[in-house]
Each structure stands twice: as C-alpha cells, then as structure tokens.
C-alpha cells in the first residue's frame, strides 16, 4: 500500500493563479481531511469529508474548494491564489465509525509559494 | 470553533531531563489522540484515548487522558535526542459536530545532547 499520497511536493503560484492539489489514498478510508501548516504553527482544517460524495468546511475554508467524487481522491482547489496561502498543506486520511475518529495517516506534504 | 489550549508552546531540555505536554478543552471529548512531527516531516499517529482517566504507557511515553475527558497529557521520561519534534494532541474538539478533527497548537520539543 502507497498509503497517502500528494502531488505536488513543491510549487510556486503568482497571485490570482489557481491549482489543484491532489490527494489519492489506497487504504479504503471513509474519512479525508485537508490541513495547512503554517511555518512554525500548528495544523488548521481547511475542509473534510465523510464519503464520497460528502464535505463540509473546516476552520479555514475560505479560499479553497474540495470535491470527493470517490473514495480514493479528495483534491483540493485554490482559486486566485493569494501570498496568505503560502503554507504547508496536508491531506490526511482515516478510518471511523461514530464518535470514534481513527488514527489519521498523512501524506508526506505539498509546500505552496504564492509570490 | 476549536477551543483546545496545548501548553507549554516550546520546552528546552537536557537529554535525560522529563517532559510534559498538556492539552485542555473546554468541551468533553469522546476521544483525544496524540501526534507527533519532527522537523520538516508530516504528524504520525503515537496513541488515542478513549476512556476517562485512562493511562497508556509506550516505552518512556505516558499518556493520560482526563476523568472529565476534557484534558490530556503526554509525559516523556529521559527525554532522547530522537525525541525532538513537535507534539500535537488532536481530536473532535467541536462541540457540536464529532467529524471535525482539530489539532491543538502543539509543543515544540528541543532535547540538548
């Protein structure tokens, strides 16, 4: 198993350029999460989701779209870049039933430059 | 929103010294688990708490996990170099929705050989 994987590892974005980053994981887990890192700070949640098909924002969704049209893949969009999402972003996955979320296993990152 | 307190922010030690991280919430927590990053790295997962007043031990690592469940603590004995990093405790901090899986400010570790 690949587990989580990211694409890109590395990119540098003018300002009001878009991209999408990419998330795959082959674990067959119900749950995905985008968080940002921002240097030297902890991870804030951008957007999550339960299943395919299912999202809801997390504590930072603004200026970023998610979609997860199956299991495996839950790409994250940023629209009009801005020098604000210069930041580390990682996608996280997990398996949870109820209350009980699972251990969250991560992708290795995708460092963004918005110049 | 997330209202999840991780103290202290950074803690200098000598290798050998202990260490201890705290985590607080202000809602009851179904569960808490514990992360942890090295420098330049991504979280991996040491341990989840699930019971009130629970104890978990792994090696020099113990994990505690409030009677309220509402706070947890991760204490290192004889700190290592290879204990350097950042600790996160995470969990569903929301209170009103048990999906949303928030990550505290974490404790910056730094272990002097």
């Known amino acids: 198993n690949a587990g989580v994987t990211q694409t890109p590892k590395f990119r540098i974005l003018k300002i009001g350029q878009s991209m999408t980053l990419q998330c795959t994981q082959d674990?067959?887990?119900?749950?995905m999460y985008w968080y940002r890192q921002d240097p030297g700070m902890g991870l804030k949640l951008i957007y999550y989701?339960?299943?395919?098909?299912?999202?809801d924002k997390g504590e930072v969704p603004n200026g970023y779209n998610v979609s997860r049209s199956t299991t495996e893949d839950f790409p994250l969009r940023l629209e009009l870049a801005a020098p604000s999402q210069t930041s580390v972003y990682f996608c996280?996955?997990?398996?949870?039933?109820?209350?009980?979320?699972?251990?969250?296993?991560f992708g290795e990152g995708s460092r963004l430059t918005v110049l | 929103g997330q209202q999840v307190m991780q103290i202290p922010q950074y803690q200098h030690v000598q290798e050998g010294e202990d260490f201890t991280t705290y985590c607080n919430s202000s809602?009851?927590?179904?569960?808490i688990q514990w992360y942890k990053q090295r420098p330049g790295g991504h979280p991996v997962f040491l341990i989840q708490?699930?019971?009130?007043?629970e104890v978990k031990k792994q090696k020099r690592l113990t994990f505690q996990f409030g009677e309220a469940k509402k706070n947890s603590s991760l204490h290192i004995t004889a700190t290592q170099t290879t204990d350097v990093g950042t600790y996160f405790c995470?969990?569903?901090?929301?209170?009103?929705?048990?999906?949303?899986?928030?990550f505290g400010s974490g404790t910056k570790l730094n272990v002097k050989p």
């Open positions: 996280a996955s997990s398996y949870a039933l109820g209350d009980n979320t699972g251990e969250l296993f």
């Open positions: 674990m067959n887990h119900n749950y």
């Open positions: 989701s339960v299943g395919a098909g299912i999202t």
């Open positions: 809602t009851t927590l179904s569960n």
């Open positions: 708490l699930v019971k009130s007043g």
């Open positions: 995470a969990g569903p901090f929301h209170r009103y929705n048990f999906n949303k899986f928030y």
